[in-house]
């Protein structure tokens, strides 16, 4: 119970953080959680800003949903605070439903902050336990296998605002202690027990309700260890994503990777620095198959093109693709827009960019990168492709070109924003 309460301390550093944020609790109804409320209750300030708010998410997925709904209305008038329940729906309940219900439960929960609010989650020492046997089922590296830490940010995939927080301050607590705290500071009635939780078809439940009982009973000090184990796991995952940001910005152009920088550092660093750029500049997190994917790319030959296009965190299409020694990350969003700025230019020819000469009255024409033009500077003429080469024109820009005549003269050239003053063979 001590160790409970220690964790739950409002004068720590930890909470310190938080003082003057909105806090919010997110409440199952389940044992866990309310230990967690309890605890945090019996130490919550008078004079706080705001006060402590409860998030109930009601995913519909069990006959008696609509019960801990009211059951923890009932807790929040027990404790005066206000509770706000949020009804979910799965859109296909019969697939992968723990992942869709997770999706579900953390995007309307973050939907329901306040933009520089802190979430409190009731995960602890046994949660970390299996989280660390399902990573190491999927084949995770460091990042996965040193599990989850007690703060953390960086929810924009469930539509967070990127100065939320969530805490986790029983990390440290075993299952068992909680289920100690409970025996003596609440009464059996005050949480719910969830049916789904015995399910062992579920991959955690399956864990938590035959595999990990059966190493602690042989292990006493099992979970104990592992928590331990993790612990320094993070660390040194730490220490390596601070080098590695490091050697990343040396081999940073703006938001482009420069290849031959990149390219001096082992094949270790390299998969290292290329998941830290994704993860920066695109907001992507590679998995095994897009990352060699990626490397094929960066290590082509220089003339060779090659694009991977993938889904980031936001679930918006991205696109990696390599360009004179350098690595460049689009969205669709900026091809979108290029396209409807061409449509409407050759539409209203009268908007399109000038040059830096008089140009009086114009018209427009399209042509292909073939066409021949002579820049103004130029000792002769050469297809406009061989011009985009020079200029450093990425290929994906290239397709919205115009040509600006005036009495069947080239005058100047625009290519997706950039307008090149053009003079006549002579």
């Known amino acids: 119970m001590a160790i ?3 964790l739950i301390n409002l004068t720590s550093s930890s909470w310190a953080f938080i003082q003057k944020r909105p806090v919010y609790l997110a409440l199952s109804g389940g044992m866990d959680s309310v230990v967690l409320l309890n605890a945090v209750m019996q130490q919550w300030p008078v004079d706080a800003p705001y006060p402590l708010t409860l998030l109930h998410v009601n995913h519909h997925l069990q006959a008696d949903a609509a019960l801990w709904a009211k059951h923890c209305q009932s807790l929040a008038n027990r404790y005066n605070i206000p509770c706000h329940v949020l009804d979910v729906q799965l859109d296909s309940p019969n697939k992968n439903i723990e992942s869709q219900a997770r999706h579900a439960r953390y995007t309307a929960l973050f939907n329901a902050m306040s933009h520089n609010g802190v979430l409190l989650v009731a995960q602890h ?7 660390l046997f399902l990573q190491l089922k999927r084949g995770a590296g460091l990042t996965g296998l040193s599990g989850m830490v007690p703060w953390q940010s960086g929810f924009q995939q ?9 805490y986790r301050p029983l990390l ?14 609440l009464s059996p009635n005050d949480w719910v027990d969830d049916p789904s939780n015995t399910d ?8 938590r309700n035959d595999v990990i009982p059966l190493l602690s009973s042989r292990w006493k000090q099992w979970t104990k260890k592992v928590v331990q184990s993790m612990s320094v796991l993070n660390e040194e995952h730490t220490l390596l994503n601070e080098v590695t940001q490091e050697r990343l910005l040396a081999c940073l152009n703006t938001d482009k990777l420069i290849v031959n920088k990149f390219t001096t550092y082992s094949s270790s660093w390299q998969k290292q620095i290329v998941r830290h750029f994704a993860l920066e500049i695109a907001n992507v997190a590679l998995s095994q198959a897009q990352l060699q994917q990626l490397f094929q790319i960066i290590h082509a030959k220089e003339d060779a093109r090659g694009r991977l296009s993938v889904k980031n965190n936001t679930n918006a299409q991205v696109h990696f693709e390599r360009f004179q020694g350098q690595l460049y990350v689009i969205e669709d969003d900026q091809i979108t ?10 539409n209203n020819i009268q908007d399109v960019p000038g040059s830096s000469i008089d140009e009086g009255d114009f018209s427009v024409k399209v042509v292909s990168q073939s066409y021949p033009i002579k820049p103004v500077g130029a000792a002769h003429s050469k297809p406009i492709k ?9 290929p994906w820009e290239r397709s919205f070109t115009l040509i600006k005549t005036r009495d069947d003269i080239d005058i100047s050239l625009w290519c997706n924003g950039r307008t090149y003053a053009l003079t006549k063979e002579e």
């Not at 440290?172 to 500071?185: C, F, K």
């Open 172 to 185: 440290g607590v075993t299952q068992a202690q909680i289920n100690e705290y409970a025996s003596v500071h």
């Open 125 to 131: 020492a046994d949660d970390q336990v299996e989280t």
């Open 158 to 166: 469930f539509g967070a605002h990127p100065s939320m927080h969530i």
């Open 386 to 394: 061989q011009w985009y080469k020079q200029w450093g024109i990425a």
């Open 200 to 207: 062992t078809k579920f991959d955690r439940n399956f864990l």
């Open 337 to 346: 827009a290029a396209k409807a700025s061409m449509a409407q230019l050759q």
């Open 4 to 6: 409970v309460k220690s």
